[in-house]
C-alpha cells in the first residue's frame, strides 16, 4: 500500500505572534495557558488537515457589498480587498479557503452581541464572505469598509477598523485566524489587540492602498498578503536548484 | 536565494467570529461506510473554573477505517468528499457546552511504524486568546490502545488524564465528555504541532 506523505512543517514562530496573555488585553489574562507548549512527533494527523474544500462556495461570496441576497447595493466605502497567501518562501497556497468578517460601515456587527450601541444596521449587509485562493494563491474582495467601534476593554477604548481572516492552509498546524488592519489609522497605536503582535511583526497585519487594484469610478483598491507557517526543507531545497 | 517572509502574526477570533465560523450544522459530520456515531461534548474552563461562553472548537479526524480526507494521505482508505473529518462547534453561551456529531476515527500510522491510538485533533480559540490552542483527545474505552501511543506516551504521565475523552457509560449514540482547561489545576495538555 503507498505510504502517505508527513510533510515536517516548520516551527510556528511564537516570537513573532502575541504571547498568550497580554493584559492590556483584559480577557487574555485567565483564558493563557500557564503551562509550556509540549513538543510532540510529527504524525499524519497534525500534518493533514482539512481541504482543500471543505465547504461550497460560490463567486458570489466574494462580493459583500451584495451577497446579503436582498437585491440591494450596501452602504459605505466600496473597497477592493485583495493579495496572495503565501508560504514562508514566498510561494503562493493555492486552493486554500479564506474567510472573512467584519462590520458594516458604521461599525456594526450582524450579531446578537453586538447591540449595546444605537450604530445602525444595514439591511443589505451581512459582512461575512468566503472564497477561494487561485493557483497563485491570490483571494479577492469587494466590501465596505468597515468602521471602528467602541468597546470594553479600557475607557474610551475604540477597535481599529479591520476585517477578520481565517485561514487553513495546508495543514490543522498551519490554521491562522488575524485581522487587517488600514493603513494610517490613527487608533492602530491606541489598540491592545493590534499592538499585543510584536513591533517586529505588527505592521505584516496592514493593508496598503495601492492605486493599481483601485478601479476607475467604481472602488479603491487595498492589498495585503498573508504568510502562512510552512513545510520546512523547502527552502534548502530552492537553493539547490538554483 | 530564496526570500523567507515572517508569518503573519494571529490575532483573536474575537465575540463575533459565529457570523462567519461555526455555522448551524458544522458541529455534525456524516456517517461514512463502517462509522459508529458517537457525540462529543464537553465544556472549556478558563483560570477561574468559569466556562467560556464563546470558544470556537475546530476538530480534525480520520475515517472508521484511519484515512485522512487530505491529499497527503495517498492511502485508499475509502476517502470521500462527503466526509471531510472536519467539524467546527462553538460553546454555548448560556451552558457553555460544545457538541460535536462524528465517528468513531480509526488509528493511524506514527513515524515509527505503529499504530497511534484512535484520537481526534482540536483547536481551541476564543475572545481573549491571541492564539490557537492546539490539543487532541483520546476515548477512555480504548484503554490499551492509549498506553502504546507515541503521543499520549510523551505527556508527564501526571498530565494524561486531560487528554482521555470519558465516555458516559449507557449513553446512546455512545457520548464522550470531554472539557478544555485554558489554565490552572488540571491545565490541558497543549501541543506545539
Not at chain 1, 223 to 230: A, K, Q, T, Y
Not at chain 2, 156 to 162: E, I, L, W
Request: proline letters at 8%.
Amino acid at each position: 500500500m503507498t505510504e502517505p506523505i508527513v510533510r515536517h512543517y516548520g516551527p510556528r514562530a511564537y516570537p513573532d505572534h502575541p504571547p498568550f496573555s497580554y493584559p492590556d488585553y483584559r480577557s487574555t489574562v485567565k483564558r493563557a495557558p500557564s503551562q509550556d507548549l509540549l513538543g510532540i512527533v510529527k504524525t499524519l494527523t497534525e500534518s493533514t488537515g482539512p481541504g482543500p474544500i471543505w465547504s461550497e462556495i460560490s463567486e458570489d461570496d466574494a462580493d459583500l457589498t451584495t451577497n446579503a441576497g436582498t437585491g440591494g447595493e450596501a452602504i459605505g466605502e466600496r473597497i477592493i480587498v485583495t493579495g496572495r497567501v503565501l508560504d514562508e518562501h514566498g510561494i503562493g497556497v493555492p486552493g486554500t479557503i479564506v474567510e472573512i468578517w467584519q462590520t458594516n460601515a458604521a461599525g456594526r456587527y450582524v450579531h446578537w452581541r453586538d447591540s449595546k450601541r444605537k450604530a445602525p444596521l444595514d439591511p443589505n449587509f451581512i459582512g461575512v464572505g468566503q472564497c477561494v485562493t487561485d493557483e497563485e494563491g491570490t483571494y479577492r474582495f469587494l466590501t465596505i469598509r468597515p468602521g471602528p467601534y467602541p468597546w470594553g476593554n479600557h475607557p474610551n477604548a475604540w477597535r481599529p477598523a479591520h476585517i477578520h481572516f481565517s485561514l487553513m492552509g495546508p495543514a490543522i498546524g498551519s490554521r491562522l485566524v488575524t485581522q487587517m488592519y488600514f493603513e494610517g489609522d490613527p487608533l492602530l497605536p491606541l489598540d491592545p489587540i493590534y499592538n499585543s503582535a510584536p513591533g517586529h511583526s505588527r505592521e505584516r497585519m496592514i493593508g496598503s492602498y495601492d492605486h493599481d487594484i483601485t478601479e476607475e469610478g467604481w472602488a479603491t483598491g487595498w492589498r495585503w498578503d498573508i504568510v502562512l507557517r510552512s513545510e520546512e526543507g523547502i527552502l534548502e531545497e530552492s537553493e539547490e536548484d538554483e | 536565494m530564496t526570500r523567507h517572509l515572517g508569518q503573519t502574526p494571529s490575532q483573536t477570533v474575537g465575540p463575533f467570529y459565529s457570523m462567519r465560523l461555526a455555522a448551524e450544522g458544522d458541529n455534525v459530520l456524516p456517517i461514512p461506510d463502517g462509522g459508529q456515531r458517537i457525540v462529543v461534548k464537553g465544556k472549556v474552563f478558563d483560570a477561574d473554573g468559569k466556562h467560556v461562553e464563546d470558544a470556537l472548537i475546530e476538530t480534525w479526524q480520520a475515517n472508521p477505517v484511519g484515512g485522512y480526507n487530505h491529499p497527503d494521505d495517498l492511502r485508499e482508505l475509502g476517502q470521500s468528499r462527503e466526509f471531510t473529518g472536519f467539524a467546527r462547534a462553538q460553546t454555548d453561551f448560556q451552558t457553555g457546552e460544545y457538541r460535536i456529531e462524528t465517528v468513531k476515527p480509526g488509528r493511524v500510522p506514527d513515524p515509527e511504524g505503529e499504530m497511534q491510538a484512535p484520537h481526534i485533533a482540536m483547536i481551541i480559540q476564543g475572545r481573549g486568546m491571541l492564539n490557537p490552542l492546539f490539543t487532541r483527545f483520546y476515548f477512555s474505552d480504548e484503554l490499551q490502545a492509549n498506553q502504546q501511543d507515541i503521543v499520549l506516551r510523551a505527556v508527564p504521565a501526571g498530565r494524561r488524564a486531560t487528554l482521555i475523552a470519558t465516555l458516559d457509560e449507557g449513553s446512546d449514540p455512545p457520548t464522550y465528555v470531554f472539557d478544555v482547561r485554558l489554565q490552572g489545576e488540571s491545565e490541558t495538555v497543549f501541543f506545539d504541532v
